[in-house]
DNA sequence: GAAATTTTTCATATTTTGTTCACAGGTTGG
DNA sequence: CCAACCTGTGAACAAAATATGAAAAATTTC
């Protein structure tokens, strides 16, 4: 299910944008101001953030720049009919789609949709996944490490895409085995441990975290944690 | 399929409700007086309880306040016209909505569905929760305090994620042991304390009021003071 | 079908957590 | 102001989870 974060002060329109985003089917997260969406999205990346330009403590278009120092996820801002927006600065900024307060709900959610619709596409095209020091192919099945070609087994690889495209997201052993393995998969749980050592070994670089870290008593995450 | 507990005396009442619900496609369970609801809650959950204020034994402000001291299951209140129904008083107590008798069965059917389909959408419920200076992600198990990522271990976790997202509300030790590590766990409840202990230790900010509030004689509460 | 590779299992060592308990320190109500 | 009753604290101990290494089983390759 994909989530949008909504970051808006206002709670009426906050409260709307949600539910109709909710009826449609998205997972929605919501934040009041810059700050907090700031926050959040040192924990979690959605698939979409609609953001108001005008807010407390920071405003729309610092917000904006600054999720765009580390994220690609598309962006469409909300502004007030007054407001004078600029779409070529916009767009300079990164923001994918804009709309102007007073705004109907199925405009909204239209162009949510032709916005994701449009950011799968361009997603869809690329099987790579790219993180400092680390390159992941999926057609050619390649991985490079630190610069060098590293030879990984099938259930290896497997399990390194699954993990790198959720980052930071914990998952347990049988949540693993599920998605990697196939459902149901009927045993030991532990197996993933060994594999997970495996790939530490592999991709284990001097003086570099390791990306695969273990939250205890609850599985294992990708993503780089300092 | 969805299950609503009728507890109702007047058995040609539970009868007509029963049946209108039964014939949307709800299972139904009923229960004529507030003692025998409380014994059945004690081993199943419904999605959501239609209960009348005027019982035998055990009124049902009595019941709603019981019920709500464990669970969050939606409740509707029936009430006869002539009885006053401070609508305020029966929102405190956690009611979700009333009818009041005599009511058509048609009015009474999409009440339900109504507070059904309110209750789903808050149970979709966010899976990040944002509290000034507290940043708490369920799926990536982390937490951020005063800007500053802390670790947490596994039950201090769950601890904090339980308190955390019902915010105000004063547990006792037997009842956080209840949700929190399961049901009937054998040990000690002063164990509590410990985790409790330690959580305000890793949250602790100069300057801040605690979020773990000690209520006296009863419990621990999540909420900020001042 | 044998060799090589990959995957799984399992026992052990290591590390991290969870629990208990005793005592200190507060709070309440008579 | 005292007795009874809670809660806070720290340390010792118990329990649980993970890392590791090696060997067995399964799979693929040649």
Redesign the interface.
């Known amino acids: 299910m994909e989530t949008i974060l909504v970051v808006e002060d206002e709670e009426p329109v906050r409260e709307l944008v949600s ?1 109709y985003l ?1 009826r449609e089917g998205f ?1 929605v ?3 009041e101001d810059g700050e ?1 969406a700031l ?2 999205l ?3 990346v959605p698939d979409l953030i609609l953001l108001d330009l005008m807010l407390p403590k920071l405003d729309g278009w610092t917000v904006c720049k600054e999720i765009r120092k580390n994220l690609t996820v598309p962006i469409i801002m909300l502004t007030a009919r007054g407001e004078e927006f600029d779409r070529v600065f916009g767009l300079e900024l990164g923001a994918d789609d804009y709309i102007t307060k007073p705004f109907s709900p199925r405009e909204m959610v239209a162009r949510v949709k032709a916005v994701l619709r449009r950011a799968k596409l361009a997603g869809s095209q690329n099987d790579v996944l790219c993180y400092p020091g680390l390159l992941i192919d999926r057609n050619a099945c390649r991985v490079e490490a630190w610069g060098q070609e590293i030879q990984l087994t099938p259930k290896e690889f497997d399990l390194l895409w699954f993990l790198a495209s959720h980052p ?3 998952y347990s052993r049988e949540q693993i085995l599920e998605q990697v393995w196939g459902y149901e998969y009927p045993g030991d749980s532990r197996t993933v441990d060994t594999h997970i050592k495996k790939l530490r070994e592999k991709l284990k670089n001097p003086g570099s975290k390791n990306y695969i870290v273990t ?4 599985g294992y ?1 990708f ?1 780089v ?1 300092e």
């Open positions: 539910v909710r997972r997260e919501t934040a907090k926050a959040m040192r924990s979690f930071q997201r914990v939250v205890w008593g609850k995450r993503g944690t």
